[in-house]
Each structure stands twice: as structure tokens, then as C-alpha cells.
């Protein structure tokens, strides 16, 4: 089963099959990382009810007043991505480093507001949270969450190690400290012609930085992936009931020496909804409805270096990068968005 190419993958192998159904089960996963950098999983270990209480904390989260969010502030510079920023404060380009680039993208702003959540043991970039009387519960819940979903990093990761042909601890190594990302996003309702008419965006189309996101998204809409056979023709990831959504970030692909594919993708209006005769909605001042998602960005451990494998390079396949640590690339790319 698949929409708009993207494979839809069932991870209960991984729980209770053999080591031939293992084997099967990361190469599906290798191939749907080469050929679409993309994939949907199901049967993937973080329970239904946690993942609506998540978004339930989410909306309850965004419906707070700015000037409690803002509480929780986050810093100046990109880097230190923890925190709460507000709509306009963050805009997501594709590898454009130079101000006056930049500057001239933020002037179509992205519609949409963030908290950054991270490893509650992270010594080095510490959490910055909403005092607990803003919102009683919610540090407690999402500190929960974000270990549970570490736990699927573990099993995905071991994956993508078989389904290219390393020790399947290979990738545990270099993630040992769980610098990860969990993100709340919030996109307000919006009047659909201005996203359709490039007069404001959700998020521009972007690759993820790390080496593997995970998003749970709503029924909503409005996720576009990059057509594997057409550049720059994007088409719907919708929400699929007891999947997630799970690519490849730019580390792996710089690892695997593009090998395997980070994937160009953005969020922009859900599709138009029919009425009874058939007939398009009219779209004049009509509004999108809000949309959440929770995506989390699994990175390595800071000082770690990412090189090109050994077996993704030789003769007549050159090495594409040169060796950088993963804070050094992460930060670049992140302060670029700030």
C-alpha cells in the first residue's frame, strides 16, 4: 500500500519476527530511504492514546496567552532551538546563509508558531519550560514523551544499519546522548489564498538537518513531499490513522555519500474539500482550519563527526563531503532560520 510514492511500512517484524523477516524488513526501509527518503510506519511502538494526549497538551499549550508562552522564550540565536517562538519569529529556507537572501524570504512570513523540547538531561542546552502553573502537567508529559519516542529512534535506527549492510549498532553510537528534538507546532487558521498565492507560507520548502525525523501529524493536512521523479512538484503526505511519517535528514544523506535521500518537503494549504454537487469549494476569504504536528528530529551526538561510510565511496564514486561534526552543521543551518 502507498500514497503519492511513499511506502507505507509495517514494523511489527521488528518485534516478533525472525532474523530472515528482520533482514526483510530493513531492506524495505533502505529502499524506501534511497528511492524516496521518506516512508510511513505503522505498528511502531508509541501507543494511539499517548500520541492524542500529546496533541491534546499541544493545543492546550498554544491556546495559552502570548504572554505566557512567552515565558518560555526562545533565544536569540538559532542554535540553541529550545523554547517557545512565536508566529514570524522563525522562517525556514533551504540552504541560504547570507542576510540580505534571507531578509528577502522573511518578507512572505511563515504562519506558524513552535515550543522546542529536548533531553531533560541535556547539561548542554537545557529546556527552557513555562513555569508548571502556566500549565500544570505539561513538562511532566512531554519529559514522558520524548523518551518514548527515543525508544523508536533506537529500533529505526538499528534498521536503517542492516538495510545498509553495517552492524546494527553502528548508528547507536554515534546517538548515545539523545540530543534530539521533540517540536510542537502550531499553524493558525489562515486565509487559504494567501498561502495558495505565495503571500504566506506555513513552511517553504526545506530538507530536515539531522539524521532522521519522525512527525505525528493531524488529520488535517497540508504535508508535501518532493515528487521522486519530478523536481519541484510536491505532492500530499495526508494523515494515515495509526502511522507515522518518517524521513531521512541530511547527516544520513552526507553518511551514505547520497546514497540515501534527504528529501525535499513543505507544509502549504490542505487540498480543497468538494462540495455535494461536485463543485469546488469557493476559495474567496476562505479560512484553513489550525493544524498540529509533532515532529521529532533525531540527531547525533554533538561532537560527533560525520564522514562518508566506508562502503559508500571508491573508485569512481567520490567522496561528495568533507567531514563535519554535527553541532557544526546543525547550528549553521538552524541559525540561518532565526
Known amino acids: 500500500m502507498?500514497?503519492?510514492?511513499?511506502?507505507?511500512?509495517?514494523?511489527?517484524?521488528?518485534?516478533?519476527?525472525?532474523?530472515?523477516e528482520l533482514a526483510n524488513l530493513a531492506h524495505e526501509i533502505y529502499?524506501?530511504?534511497?528511492?524516496?527518503?521518506?516512508?510511513?510506519?505503522?505498528?511502531?511502538?508509541?501507543?494511539?492514546?499517548?500520541?492524542?494526549?500529546?496533541?491534546?497538551w499541544s493545543a492546550k499549550f498554544f491556546a495559552l496567552p502570548e504572554s505566557e508562552k512567552?515565558?518560555?522564550?526562545?533565544?536569540?540565536?538559532?542554535?540553541?532551538?529550545?523554547?517557545?517562538?512565536?508566529?514570524?519569529?522563525?522562517?525556514?529556507?533551504?540552504?541560504?546563509?547570507?542576510?540580505?537572501?534571507?531578509?528577502?524570504?522573511?518578507?512572505?512570513?511563515?504562519?506558524?508558531?513552535?515550543?522546542?523540547?529536548?533531553?531533560?538531561?541535556?547539561t548542554k542546552m537545557r529546556n527552557i519550560w513555562i513555569p508548571e502553573e502556566s500549565l500544570p502537567g505539561f513538562r511532566g508529559f512531554f519529559a514522558k514523551f520524548f523518551n518514548i519516542c527515543?525508544?523508536?529512534?533506537?529500533?529505526?535506527?538499528?534498521?536503517?544499519?542492516?538495510?545498509?549492510?553495517?552492524d546494527e549498532n553502528f548508528f547507536l553510537k554515534y546517538h548515545s546522548e539523545r540530543t534530539n528534538q521533540c517540536r510542537l507546532l502550531h499553524y493558525p487558521a489562515v486565509e487559504e489564498e494567501l498561502l495558495r498565492a505565495g503571500k504566506a507560507e506555513r513552511i517553504a520548502a526545506h530538507t530536515d538537518f539531522g539524521t532522521m525525523t519522525i512527525l505525528f501529524q493531524d488529520e488535517v493536512g497540508g504535508l508535501e513531499v518532493e515528487d521522486i521523479h519530478e523536481k519541484n512538484k510536491f505532492n500530499p503526505a495526508p494523515y494515515i490513522p495509526g502511522t507515522a511519517v518518517v524521513n531521512i535528514g541530511d547527516l544520513l544523506m552526507r553518511w551514505s555519500n547520497h546514497e540515501l535521500k534527504s528529501t525535499m518537503h513543505r507544509v502549504r494549504a490542505p487540498p480543497l474539500v468538494d462540495v455535494?454537487?461536485?463543485?469546488?469549494?469557493?476559495?474567496?476569504?476562505?479560512?484553513?482550519?489550525?493544524?498540529y504536528s509533532i515532529p521529532?528530529?533525531?540527531?547525533?551526538?554533538?561532537?560527533?563527526?560525520?564522514e562518508c561510510l566506508p562502503n559508500c565511496h571508491?573508485?569512481?564514486?567520490?567522496?561528495l563531503y568533507e567531514p563535519i561534526t554535527s553541532s557544526e552543521y546543525i547550528a549553521m543551518r538552524m541559525n540561518a532560520t532565526y
Open 2 to 20: 502507498t500514497t503519492p510514492s511513499i511506502p507505507i511500512i509495517d514494523l511489527e517484524p521488528a518485534r516478533s519476527g525472525g532474523p530472515e
Open 31 to 56: 529502499q524506501a530511504f534511497k528511492h524516496v527518503g521518506f516512508a510511513y510506519i505503522k505498528n511502531h511502538g508509541v501507543p494511539q492514546d499517548l500520541i492524542d494526549e500529546a496533541f491534546s
Open 70 to 122: 512567552n515565558k518560555a522564550p526562545h533565544p536569540p540565536e538559532g542554535s540553541y532551538h529550545r523554547g517557545y517562538s512565536g508566529i514570524g519569529r522563525e522562517k525556514v529556507v533551504q540552504m541560504v546563509f547570507d542576510s540580505d537572501s534571507i531578509a528577502e524570504r522573511r518578507k512572505t512570513p511563515d504562519v506558524k508558531e513552535s515550543f522546542e523540547i529536548g533531553n531533560e538531561n541535556d
Open 150 to 166: 527515543s525508544d523508536l529512534e533506537t529500533l529505526m535506527l538499528r534498521l536503517i544499519a542492516l538495510g545498509m549492510g553495517l
Open 276 to 291: 455535494e454537487d461536485g463543485s469546488t469549494v469557493e476559495k474567496k476569504r476562505r479560512m484553513t482550519r489550525p493544524r
Open 296 to 306: 521529532y528530529f533525531i540527531s547525533p551526538d554533538r561532537d560527533k563527526m560525520i
Open 314 to 319: 571508491g573508485e569512481g564514486r567520490p567522496k
